[in-house]
T-cell receptor
Framework: DAGITQSPRYKITETGRQVTLMCHQTWSHSYMFWYRQDLGHGLRLIYYSAAADITDKGEVPDGYVVSRSKTENFPLTLESATRSQTSVYFC??????????FGPGTRLTVL | QKEVEQNSGPLSVPEGAIASLNCTYSDRGSQSFFWYRQYSGKSPELIMSIYSNGDKEDGRFTAQLNKASQYVSLLIRDSQPSDSATYLCAVNDWGDDKIIFGKGTRLHILP
């Protein structure tokens, strides 16, 4: 189906483990984004990508790594998970006129 | 620091009344303005976009933009219980590749 998907939808991990969250879009949008959403903070941009092999930091990039080898995929990796990274993570892609479309989200718990 | 400000609410409105949601932004160069709706536990979904001063209507929703006052609003006519959600205002970051989101206003429609 066309759209933007994220996997896994739910993830529980332990402090210090590496975790990768996947994002896939079928629209061939150039821009893709990773946000985290926490109570009291709203949506905060972690990383974004303007095209394959082009990525840039957002507001809260520390502890995260991204890559984009193909236009349709934009994985987010937590190199060594910490409890403060417990959050809901949203991937988005951007169509024409700056409109962003969000994936269903990944709820991550770090114990 | 470019900002988008919204009253966090909750805003309680009787069913059938008009709900009015407001948003101010700091970047005078912003050109694109969006309203997203987010139900609890779900991802944000776009409900309105507006790019020029004035009103834009779509069904029960009207977006209003006043660039001189750096103010954008969303009116919901004939409010329904299904309109109960958090509404996020978003503004493009002129000269950058990002969208800045407000923290959202919680709207509660009273049956």
């Amino acid at each position: 189906d066309a759209g933007i998907t994220q996997s896994p939808r739910y993830k529980i991990t332990e402090t210090g483990r590496q975790v990768t969250l996947m994002c896939h879009q079928t629209w061939s949008h150039s821009y893709m984004f990773w946000y985290r959403q926490d109570l009291g903070h709203g949506l905060r941009l972690i990383y974004y990508s303007a095209a394959a092999d082009i990525t840039d930091k957002g507001e809260v990039p520390d502890g995260y790594v991204v890559s984009r080898s193909k236009t349709e995929n934009f994985p987010l990796t937590l190199e060594s998970a910490t409890r403060s990274q417990t959050s809901v993570y949203f991937c988005a892609s951007e169509g024409q006129t700056d409109t962003q479309y969000f994936g269903p989200g990944t709820r991550l718990t770090v114990l | 620091q470019k900002e988008v400000e919204q009253n966090s609410g909750p805003l309680s409105v009787p069913e059938g009344a008009i709900a009015s949601l407001n948003c101010t932004y700091s970047d005078r160069g912003s050109q694109s303005f969006f309203w997203y709706r987010q139900y609890s536990g779900k991802s944000p979904e776009l409900i309105m976009s507006i790019y020029s001063n004035g009103d834009k209507e779509d069904g029960r929703f009207t977006a209003q933009l006043n660039k001189a006052s750096q103010y954008v609003s969303l009116l919901i006519r004939d409010s329904q219980p299904s309109d109960s959600a958090t509404y996020l205002c978003a503004v493009n970051d002129w000269g950058d590749d990002k969208i800045i989101f407000g923290k959202g206003t919680r709207l509660h429609i009273l049956p």
